[in-house]
């Protein structure tokens, strides 16, 4: 299976065991620092494995986490699983379930082995069980990261999935929940600068705010990886070029990143507002919105001739003005904007 960009750049960001720390104490642990990046371990990310049908065939399921890392803390380990979704996945409790029970599964297959080799079993049970009863499991967190720009709507926890259940069916039902951090609109305090830089580009990108990140970022200084992973979260192509124009280069003013990203909007803009004013003709197709208004103007000039009224035209050509300021305002452009290209002052 061919990995994609963000795949593979995703889990290069989140190899760094201070981000990966940072990220599951925030969203799991409240931001209390209670797992240790220098105490995070590499663990096998193959969660594949067999389940045996009735009739002894076994049915292979093939499963590779996006990232794992085991942590010996207060207990003696636990595993913590990062699963990365740039899309709204519906069956996506069921998945996650699935993927911590193959964890689970392959720890006490493990054991089973060992078991069976050495003979430690105390009785039939154990030796049916395959397992002894004072050995334990450890356990394992899955956190779910979406990275899209639309809301997630898709179930939070198995019981999503369900059909309507009356109550007294509801209160036995053996729920499970899930693990979700939506960066789009995540208001989690992270205290690792490159994820929170990281969280801070996606949400003022899918919402646009370039004024205001000028205002906060002018200064700012990120590691290129994050400004990268940004732009292909986002799908922002002039991000994606700046990061890679600059790859001989460690980190990356913010502001400067997205400034191609900035004049690829106003050249939208530009186009939006000569499709408004509805005077583009064909083989215009780089038609400036200046010149459009200098051709309304024209235009009333001329019909204000006919006419023969000067002063119809000239409260032609200031209706109109109003008209395309009105138009562009409703429309959310920048108030300086209306302001150069109709003259009409905003109060």
């Known amino acids: 299976m061919r990995m994609s960009n963000l795949d ?41 494995g067999s389940i045996q049908t009735k009739k002894k065939e076994d049915v292979f399921i093939e499963r590779r986490a ?22 709204i996945h519906y069956g996506m409790p069921l998945r996650v379930m699935l993927y911590d029970a193959l964890g689970y599964r392959e720890e006490c297959a493990k054991k089973k082995r060992e078991n069976k080799k050495n003979a430690v079993y105390a009785n039939r049970d154990e030796f049916l069980s395959g397992m002894r009863k004072e050995e334990r499991i450890h356990p394992v967190f899955t956190l779910v990261v979406y990275y ?39 208001e989690h305090a992270f205290r690792n600068e490159d994820v929170s830089r990281l969280v801070y580009m996606i949400q003022h990108i899918y919402r646009k705010q370039i004024e205001e990140m000028k205002k906060e970022c002018a200064d700012v200084y990120v590691k290129k990886d994050v400004i990268k992973l940004a732009g292909v979260i986002t799908e922002n192509e002039e991000i994606i070029k700046y990061a890679e124009e600059h790859k001989e280069e460690e980190v990356l003013n913010m502001c400067e990143a997205t ?23 064909e083989g215009e197709e780089n038609f400036a919105p200046e010149e459009a208004i200098e051709r309304l ?42 302001e150069k290209l109709t003259g009409i002052l905003l109060h």
């Open 8 to 48: 593979i750049l995703s889990r290069d960001f989140w190899k760094d065991n201070r981000r990966f720390a940072d990220l599951f104490n925030t969203v799991l642990y409240d931001g209390k620092q209670v797992i240790l990046p220098e105490k995070l371990m590499e663990a096998d990310s193959n969660l594949s």
């Open 66 to 87: 996006d990232l794992i890392r085991k942590f010996a803390g207060d207990s003696e380990y636990a595993i913590f699983l990062l699963e990365n979704q740039s899309h």
């Open 148 to 186: 899209g720009e639309k809301p997630w709507d898709g179930p939070r926890r198995l019981k999503d999935m369900m059909v309507d259940m009356p109550n007294w069916m509801e209160k036995s039902f053996s729920d499970y929940s899930m693990n979700l951090l939506e960066i789009r609109s995540s």
């Open 259 to 281: 400034k191609q990203w900035e004049e690829e909007i106003g050249r939208r803009n530009t186009n939006n507002i000569i499709n408004m004013m509805g005077v583009r003709k």
């Open 297 to 338: 103007k024209t235009e009333g000039e001329a019909k204000g001739k006919a006419e023969g009224i000067l002063e119809g035209k000239v409260k032609g050509e200031h209706n109109k003005s109003i008209e395309i300021a009105e138009k562009m305002k409703a429309e959310g452009f920048d108030n300086a904007l209306i």
